[in-house]
Structures are given as structure tokens and as C-alpha cells.
């Protein structure tokens, strides 16, 4: 998800610097606003009033810059824990001092109500004294436009007004507003609350609003868990990805994004630093699939409307990826910020809009596939959403020997790749399907030409020296990309052995270690890549339970999954050699892989559940 730039210059013992590094973050969000909250209790990212908008709070990019939404304790030494309430968004964060103990409780609204999902622009945090007499110091300063914008403080009787940003801000509380404003501590005694509200106002009691809304939020998670369909292993670690998942998607448009945050670097003080708050078409088709192995259709549809919008039918192509209202302008901009732990450039925006990727078009009709032909859904499927699949294969027929700048999004460099060539023939797999299920003969014919002409360009890509599929016709690279020939079914009709000799060539080539993979091993803009990138570890994992090796695709998955933060969030990429996380946090790519791995090993045991331990 790049576009280019010169290779920023290594700190001399910066391996050192960042040594174990983990995001010390727990995400809350209600699919109209995503925040992030660190183990400080300080709300160190929130953009606000759209996922892709400016930061309110954004200490994560900037210390000085940011602002800073803290309850934080006066003693200079503390402990600190941070977990999730079971099967829910809602967080909790326990500060421990000398002085005392206290708890903060975050959450963002989400419940049915008047038929609707309300899901206001609010933050509600709780403060609730377990022992002793704490002393706190409650900050909150927001900011707009990137830290540009410091706005004015209005103090009411029980609220204060922050004004100078796109609409006001509100801080509704019962603690003393002159210790806020002059971030002056106290002695916790009763419990505090906060209600943080962008435009519209909290209206109703505080204390008694918080309660209700806490108990609905709490209920809505825990029945959405409740019916979520669940592989046999891994129960707990799919069960916060698909939380992590649901609350990824914009629920006004439908538009699912990348990633909550842009800018944190792949790998220390290379400038692979990007805005991932944007809806790539590739990544909302994994998503959507791992939420179907859940049991939930509700975002797909969603996403159709999404894709609906962006009309399709008047393009010459799509775009990688779109703003969350279906606005193709990403104009990538680079911002006066200091940069998470001084990493820099901070962009804003995504250069890879202007590139051209053909993969989108298959996984717009995988992502949809279910719509036609799921029994459950296919009610709905309609004259103008079949559409969506003649258009897609249209554009497959048209661009099937078109090269592009692939999975990785190379700058200056295309190929025919046998990514897209995999997509194409999936994509016009999943169009016959549908045609084939709503009588569209001529539609079923169209689809399968695709997909034999997909097929035979791909074997153009197949290395007789490597014994496998390799990054683009013409070429001996590997890439660990297509892994998914097999977890897609395309070695379906042809010898076992030859899916084990794809996976041996990408071990040999693209492993750093047991279970830890580079995307691919030539250069690119910055050089080598360092960290392994976890997708691709999932990829590997799932392919080799679907070669018949579950319990190694376990063992190496349970490594994987070590990765994770203290919350269980995760990341795009893991430095071997110094045990880190980085990349953009938390990664859907990540959650969505940990998601099929399981589903697939749990697949391949083949063992009643009382068996599995």
C-alpha cells in the first residue's frame, strides 16, 4: 500500500532502541469512529468526525502536536494493566500507585435503538477508585487540522466547549472543571465520568446515561459474539479479530479500511510509512470473507452498496482503493509532524490510488459472491446488483493480459503478475457461479472463457526450475502471494505434490524463520525488506493446512499469534531479529488472516472436539 520515496538514513543503534517493541494500545470504536487508548490511559489516537478525517487526539504521530485525552496518575511511578471486557469493544485500563488504585473504563456507544444502530460521535470513559486515595490528573486538550488548530475553551456549568474545529467539541463530566483546565491534581474519592461528543451534545443525566449505554454496548457485543459461528481452536484469538474486524467497516458508506492509523513504519526509519484509513477493494474481500466463516452478512451487504455507489459502470477502471464516501482523490500529502518515535515522513493520503492493480475486479466479485448464491441471501440479489458481476468480468475480459503494479503496489515497475491472473481466474470462477445459479447462460459462458484464459496465462507464470508458481509471467521471483493458489482451490484438479513443491520454493526463499515470512526477496524503492510481513505468515500457515498438515499449521500459528499485543491486537509486520511490532495498528489483513488459519486448521484435525486440546 506504497507509493515512493528516498530511503531515509538509519540512526546509528536504533536496533537496540527498538528492541521488543510492542503498540502498548487497545482499540475501542462503534463503526463510526475507531480510538485508540494506551496503558497511560491517554486517547493517543482519534480522528474525528470520519475514520480518514484530521486527529482530535493524536499523540501517537506527535507529543508536542497531538493533545492529549488523559487520566493519568500524579505519582511518577506506576503500574499498569489494560484489558478488554469478554467478548466486547469495551476497554479497561488499571493504574496502580502507591497512593491507591483506579480503573478507567472507554467505550464507544453502539446498540439498537428505534430500529437503528446508534452509534453517536461519542467517547465515554468511567473512573472508578478500587483502594487507597489515588491522586489523578485529568487532561483533555484536543486539536484539529494534523495539531494546527489549538481551539478555544469555553467553561459551562458542567461541560467544557472547545471551539475552532470543523464543529464544536463538548467534554460533559462531573469532576471539577477548573482541575481539568488547570491540569492540577486531585484525590480520586467517587467515580468520574466523561462524555466526549463531537457536534451534537450528550442530552440526558450523565451518570445514568453512561450506565445505560454501557449496559446496552456491553449486551450488543456480547450477542454479536454470541452469533458468531466459531472454528474449535483458537476460539479467543478469533473472537477479538473479528471484534477488531466488525468495528473496521464505516457503517454510513459501508467502506471497510485498511488500518485506524497512517504513518506507522513498516521497519524503523525507512519511510515505509503510509495512510492505510482508506478502503482498499483487495483487503475489503478478505475481510468480508473472514467475517463470512463467522456467520455475518451484514457488513457484505453493506460493502455492496459501497461498491453500488462508486458506479462502476461509467469507469474505465477501479481504483485500488477509495475514501470511505467512494471519493477517489487521496492526494498524499506530507505533514510537519514529528513521526511515531520520530519516524518520518507523516503522510496523509495514499499515493497508490493513481496505480493500476487489475486484482480488484476478481476479489469485487469474490467479495460479493456470497450475495447470489448464498440460500439465505439470494432473495436479494437484483437486476442492478447483477450488474456488479457483468461489469467486473468486463473488466477482467479487458484487462486479463494488462500489466499492473501488483499485490505490493511497486512504483515504476509492472508485470503481468500472477496475483491478478489468480483473481481473474477466481473472479470469473465466483461470476460463473452466480450466473449459473440465476440461469444467465450466456453470463455462465462469458465466465468460464475468463477463467480458462486466466488459467492459461497463469501457467505461464509456473517455474520448471523451481518447481512453482512464481510473481509474474516471465519472471523467477517468488512471492509469497501465491500461497493462495492453494488455499483458493486451484490446485484442485492437479497433484498434491505440486502445492507441497509451492510451498517448500516459498520456504526456501522467503522465510526468516519458523512461521515468519518477507513478502518477496528482490529489491524494491527502499531496498531489502527486514520484517516479516504477518499476512504472508498466515497465508503460509493456512496453505499448509490445506495440504494435509494441520498440526504444524497449529504449532506455527500459536507462534504467530505471539506476536500480538497485551490485548491481543495485532500488526502488519513483526521484526524477527528484534521481536517488534510495526506497521500500521492495529492490521485487518492480520486479524483476517489469524481468522481463515484457524478455520482451516480446525478443518484439517478432522477430530471430534473433545479430541482437541
Not at 489494560?82 to 472507554?106: C, F, K, P
Not at 432473495?379 to 499492473?404: C, F, G, Q
Not at 452466480?434 to 447462460?441: D, H, P, Y
Not at 453470463?443 to 512453482?468: D, G
Request: with cysteine; aromatic share 12%; net charge negative.
Amino acid at each position: 500500500m506504497s507509493s515512493s520515496t528516498t530511503p531515509l538514513a538509519k540512526p546509528e543503534g536504533q536496533q537496540a532502541e527498538f528492541k521488543n517493541h510492542q503498540y502498548q494500545q487497545g482499540l475501542i470504536g462503534n463503526c463510526a469512529f475507531l480510538a485508540l487508548i494506551d496503558k497511560s490511559t491517554n486517547v493517543s489516537w482519534l480522528c474525528w468526525p470520519r475514520f480518514d478525517s484530521s486527529f482530535i487526539f493524536g499523540s501517537l504521530l506527535d507529543n508536542k502536536k497531538g493533545g492529549e485525552f488523559s487520566v493519568k496518575p500524579h505519582a511518577a511511578e506506576y503500574t499498569s494493566h489494560q484489558s478488554y471486557i469478554r467478548n466486547t469493544n469495551i476497554l479497561r485500563t488499571r493504574i496502580e500507585t502507591a497512593e491507591g488504585v483506579y480503573e478507567v473504563t472507554d467505550f464507544a456507544p453502539r446498540f439498537t435503538l428505534f430500529e437503528r444502530y446508534h452509534k453517536p460521535l461519542m467517547l465515554f470513559r468511567k473512573v472508578k477508585k478500587i483502594s487507597g486515595r489515588p491522586r489523578i490528573i485529568a487532561r483533555c486538550s484536543p486539536v484539529g487540522n494534523y495539531g494546527e488548530v489549538i481551539p478555544g475553551k469555553l467553561m459551562g456549568s458542567n461541560h467544557i466547549r472547545y471551539e475552532g474545529l470543523e464543529r464544536p467539541v463538548r467534554l460533559t463530566t462531573n469532576a471539577s472543571l477548573t482541575y481539568i483546565q488547570e491540569e492540577q491534581p486531585f484525590t480520586l474519592e467517587d467515580d468520574i465520568y466523561f462524555v466526549l461528543s463531537w457536534g451534537i451534545p450528550l442530552e440526558g443525566p450523565l451518570e445514568t446515561t453512561f450506565e445505560d449505554f454501557f449496559r446496552r454496548t456491553e449486551n450488543y457485543w456480547q450477542k454479536w459474539i454470541e452469533h458468531c459461528h466459531l472454528p474449535r481452536v483458537f476460539q479467543a484469538e478469533v473472537i477479538r479479530s473479528a471484534l477488531a474486524l466488525k468495528i473496521h467497516q464505516y457503517e454510513d458508506t459501508g467502506a471497510i479500511i485498511a488500518s485506524c492509523t497512517t504513518s506507522l513504519p513498516e521497519i524503523p526509519h525507512e519511510g515505509r510509512n503510509w495512510d492505510y484509513r482508506f478502503c482498499w477493494l483487495r483487503d475489503t474481500f478478505y475481510t468480508l470473507s473472514a467475517l463470512h466463516f463467522l456467520g455475518h452478512f451484514e457488513e457484505m451487504e453493506k460493502y455492496a452498496h459501497f461498491v453500488e455507489n462508486i458506479d462502476i459502470e461509467d469507469l474505465e477502471n477501479l481504483q485500488p482503493c477509495y475514501r470511505i464516501d467512494g471519493s477517489p482523490f487521496l492526494t498524499e500529502e506530507i505533514l510537519p509532524l514529528a513521526g511515531y518515535l520520530g519516524n518520518q515522513p507523516v503522510r496523509i493520503g495514499n499515493q497508490a490510488a493513481q496505480q493500476i492493480q487489475h486484482d480488484a475486479y476478481g476479489q469485487t466479485l469474490m467479495a460479493l459472491f456470497k450475495l447470489y448464491t448464498d440460500e439465505r441471501l439470494i432473495h436479494k440479489a437484483n437486476t442492478r446488483s447483477l450488474r456488479l458481476v457483468e461489469r467486473n468480468l468486463s473488466y477482467i475480459e479487458k484487462y486479463m493480459e494488462t500489466p499492473d503494479n501488483g499485490v505490493w503496489e511497486f512504483r515504476g515497475k509492472q508485470a503481468l503478475h500472477s496475483y491478478a491472473l489468480m483473481f481473474h481466474w477466481a473472479g470469473s470462477a465466483a461470476a460463473r457461479t452466480v450466473a449459473k445459479k440465476l440461469g444467465k447462460i450466456e453470463l455462465e459462458e462469458r465466465a468460464l472463457r475468463s477463467m480458462n484464459r486466466a488459467e492459461a496465462l497463469l501457467e505461464k507464470c509456473f517455474s520448471e526450475k523451481k518447481k512453482a508458481y512464481t510473481q509474474a509471467v516471465g519472471s523467477e521471483e517468488i512471492d509469497a502471494s501465491i500461497l493462495q493458489l492453494i488455499t483458493m482451490g486451484f490446485f484442485h484438479n492437479k497433484p498434491v505434490e505440486m502445492a507441497k513443491d509451492l510451498i517448500r520454493a516459498v520456504e526456501k526463499e522467503l522465510m526468516l524463520e519458523q512461521g515468519f515470512l518477507i513478502r518477496y526477496k528482490h529489491a524494491d524503492d527502499f531496498g531489502h525488506q527486514k520484517s516479516a510481513f504477518l499476512v504472508c505468515s498466515f497465508w503460509y500457515i493456512e496453505a499448509l493446512a490445506n495440504v494435509g498438515e494441520a498440526e504444524r499449521a497449529a504449532e506455527l500459528l500459536n507462534t504467530v499469534i505471539g506476536t500480538a499485543n497485551h490485548v491481543g491486537l495485532m500488526s502488519e509486520d513483526f521484526d524477527v531479529e528484534n521481536r517488534s511490532q510495526w506497521g500500521n495498528f492495529p492490521q485487518t489483513y492480520s486479524h483476517v488472516g489469524l481468522i481463515n488459519c484457524a478455520f482451516a486448521i480446525d478443518r484439517a484435525l478432522n477430530k471430534p472436539s473433545f479430541l482437541l486440546s
